[in-house]
């Protein structure tokens, strides 16, 4: 069984930066998958970023066009843990991000494809 606990989040102004983390209790950490997806109030939840685990290309990672050049996924095997570190924040980042793991290959932006999902934390940009 996997789980995985977000932190980090909170209120931040535009142009200012926030560090999520998600720890997980997994003896095979260093093969999950890691993603990050966010969803924002009426939307649907959507591909943040993602780092691909060993066995998959381990460390190749991944982002959605929106936030390339300013968000930065990164993986600590020894701490089984996740990072997300979002710089340049804008008021559209505003949304419940949430941290994703699976062992399986796939579409790697497919919200359905991941079996293990932590309970979110909450990222608000103000203008």
């Known amino acids: 069984q996997v789980q995985l606990v977000e932190s980090g989040g909170g209120l931040v102004q535009a142009g200012g930066s926030l560090r999520l983390s998600c720890a997980a209790s997994a003896r095979m950490f260093s093969s999950l998958s890691l993603a990050w997806f966010r969803q924002a109030p009426g939307k649907e939840r959507e591909f943040v970023a993602v780092?691909?685990?060993?066995?998959?290309?381990?460390?190749?990672?991944y982002y959605a066009d929106s936030v390339k050049g300013r968000f930065t996924i990164s993986r600590d095997n020894l701490k089984n843990t996740v990072y997300l570190q979002m710089n340049s924040l804008k008021p559209e980042d505003t949304a419940v991000y949430y941290c994703?793991?699976?062992?399986?290959?796939?579409?790697?932006?497919?919200?359905?494809?991941?079996?293990?999902w932590g309970q979110g934390t909450q990222v608000t940009v103000s203008s």
């Open positions: 780092i691909r685990g060993i066995g998959a290309s381990g460390d190749t990672t």
């Open positions: 994703a793991g699976r062992l399986v290959r796939g579409t790697w932006s497919a919200v359905a494809e991941y079996p293990y």
